[in-house]
């Protein structure tokens, strides 16, 4: 069964980074694409970003790109999502997912979801 375990939220200032870890148990993680997605109160899960099972390719949401780096440590079995420039709209709590090989925007689509890490980011 796969676990997932996020770690690294926290409150930050508006334009400080942090860095999201996620680690993946239970199957082999080279064989599985692992996306971000965050939910703020009161609405919708957003995709923040994914990246295939080679870390070969990887997209992101159009609120979070050129701020945000999503990357993968296959021997670690680890995803990491590095946000910079945070803005107070980047609160919510971050869950990360995986699904087979190829990343997704839909998040119907993964399979497995971690319990969240919430990111808070004061002005």
């Known amino acids: 069964q796969v676990q997932l375990v996020e770690s690294g939220g926290g409150l930050v200032q508006s334009g400080g980074s942090l860095r999201l870890s996620c680690v993946f148990s239970g199957r082999t993680f080279s064989s599985y694409a692992m996306g971000w997605f965050r939910q703020a109160p009161g609405k919708e899960r957003e995709f923040v970003a994914a990246i295939n099972w080679s870390g070969g390719s990887s997209y992101y949401g159009d609120s979070v790109k050129g701020r945000f780096t999503i990357s993968r440590d296959n021997a670690k079995n680890v995803v990491y999502l590095q946000m910079n420039s945070l803005k107070t709209e980047d609160t919510a709590v971050y869950y990360c997912?995986?699904?087979?090989?190829?990343?997704?925007?839909?998040?119907?689509?993964?399979?497995?979801w971690g319990q969240g890490t919430q990111v808070t980011v004061s002005s």
């Open positions: 997912a995986s699904r087979r090989y190829t990343g997704s925007e839909t998040s119907s689509e993964y399979y497995h």
